[in-house]
């Protein structure tokens, strides 16, 4: 950033225009919308400006700018369209303390004005440092479309209570009230009875508020996907943008956790899979207390929170708290990682049934059907399977599975530096171990690459 955006207190202070024609003129009708007192030099000023001379909005002197004139300015605009007269002008208003502008000249300029969208006291700044005032005209146009004229006004109706809002508890109770009256009985009242009745709406509302009991605590149990923010729920990107508090996994990734809303309060549980980490019990706690106490807590789990996501546990905690829950679902990991190989997970004549896997759980490696899974044509995703290949291979050999079922290995499903391992239950532990994995890896058992099915390459980049 080499411009740094800043509001500056103006009111009262002397700013200078050096100019009467058309250049001048446009920053005139910029400046005129503030409550700075305007001076302006011109030897041959255009009428608009002798005329709001004459109506007191600005003060005329009809000569060149001389030395002294610039003395206690706070901005000063050199707008003569003359390029040694606005290098002499520049030099006398710099040495006399003032910050300069050479309109149309960023390499001489200390300040730069950008494209302003005036709400007041809303006010948008657009600047792009020269580059590109095209784009700065566009983003301009657009905001003057998006943001309703009567903004303004409500803004500064509000500002006058801001004192008396202060009587509502702090955080979700104050925005909610703010919320309301932005977007709601400020906007329809203003439009349909004027100012008096938003004034007078808004002590009704503000009684209401304050009359409401305080707003029980709600949690969400929702599902972060694999990685990509792309592939969160819309109802999950709502949720983030809502919480007051978001108590997240290790396994979340942080463009997700960067989209919760700014002032939530961030809590990193560590729990993956059945990895150590804060207790389940410690994290169950943790929400009901900030549920408890009024707050909107989303509960950040990756993948789907339904698949090995101790979703029971705190299920029951809620419920035994009499706190309200809802579960937004999210992607699985199986499934970011069967779309990253362009297979399928189950497929007409090969598999009509899928099974989830973990490679261990809470008592060390896991048991499963062993039988069922060595038959022919399975497919399984399996979770948290990195330790255990070893273990996995020796009991479906053992079943009676072929050494050469294929498994891909996938690293990192549908995030940046994701891999594709693909390999065959002979090879598994012995290739998991050279690849010398360090993201979350899912095992697609039966299953290979689409585009590797004929010749297996070892190691591949993933085609995202
Ligand atoms: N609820 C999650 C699973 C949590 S268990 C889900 O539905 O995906 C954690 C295991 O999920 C990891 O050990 C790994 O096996 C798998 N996993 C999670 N994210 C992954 C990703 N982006 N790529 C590959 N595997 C992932």
């Known amino acids: 950033m080499q411009h740094f955006p800043i509001f500056l207190a103006i009111a009262g202070r002397r700013v200078i225009v050096s100019g009467g024609g058309e250049a001048a003129l446009a920053k005139l009708r910029l400046l005129l919308k503030t409550e700075a007192r305007l001076c302006v030099f011109a030897s041959a000023p255009a009428p608009d400006i002798r005329l709001w001379a004459a109506e007191g909005r600005l003060t005329l002197t009809e000569r060149a700018l001389a030395p002294g004139d610039a003395v206690s300015a706070a901005l000063f605009y050199a707008a003569n369209e003359d390029e040694a007269e606005d290098a002499r002008v520049t030099r006398l208003a710099q040495a006399e303390g003032a910050l300069t502008n050479w309109v149309d000249n960023l390499a001489q300029s200390q300040f730069i004005t950008p494209a302003i969208v005036d709400r007041d006291p809303v006010t948008v700044a657009i600047g792009t440092e020269g580059a590109a005032p095209v784009l700065a005209r566009a983003i301009k146009a657009d905001l003057e479309a998006r943001l309703p004229a009567h903004l303004g006004p409500l ?3 509000g500002k006058t209570f801001r004192k008396a809002v202060e009587a509502l508890p702090m955080g979700r109770a104050r925005r909610d009230f703010w ?24 002590k009704t509302l503000l009684a209401d508020h304050l009359s409401r009991r305080a707003a029980p605590g709600r949690v969400a149990l ?4 694999p990685g990509d923010p792309e592939l969160l729920t819309l109802k999950a990107r709502r949720a983030l943008d809502e919480a007051d508090v978001v108590i997240y996994d290790r396994l979340v990734a942080p463009e997700i956790l960067d989209l919760a809303r700014r002032e939530a309060k961030m809590i990193h549980a560590g729990k993956e899979g059945f990895g150590p980490s804060m207790s389940q019990s410690d994290i169950c706690r943790l929400i009901t207390d900030h549920a408890a106490r009024g707050a909107y807590v989303v509960r950040l789990k990756s993948g789907d929170p339904t698949v090995y996501g101790r979703l029971d546990e705190e299920i029951d905690a809620l419920e035994a708290a009499g706190l309200a829950w809802s579960v937004i679902p999210g992607i699985t990991a199986a499934s970011a990682a069967a779309a990253g190989i362009g297979q399928s997970l189950t497929k007409r ?8 896997l973990t490679g261990h759980d809470v008592k060390g490696f896991a048991e499963h059907d062993w039988r069922g899974l060595a038959r022919a044509g399975e497919v399984a995703a399996i979770y948290m399977a990195k330790k255990g290949a070893r273990f996995l291979q020796g009991r479906l050999l053992m079943h009676g599975a072929s050494a050469d079922t294929p498994v891909t290995v996938v690293e990192n499903a549908s995030r940046a530096g994701g891999r594709t391992l693909a390999t065959t239950l002979a090879r ?4 998991i171990d050279s690849a010398a994995l360090t993201g979350p890896a899912i095992l697609l058992y039966g299953l290979s690459p689409r585009a590797a099915e004929a010749a297996l390459p070892l190691l591949q980049k993933d085609h995202a």
């Open 155 to 157: 803004a500064r109706i």
């Open 179 to 202: 919320s309301d009256y932005y977007f709601k009985t400020g906007p329809e009242h203003i439009v349909s009875e004027g100012k008096g009745i938003v004034e007078r709406g808004l």
């Open 222 to 225: 929702v599902g972060a996907g």
């Open 349 to 356: 004549g090969r598999n009509s049934a899928l099974r989830f």
């Open 428 to 431: 598994l532990p012995v290739d």
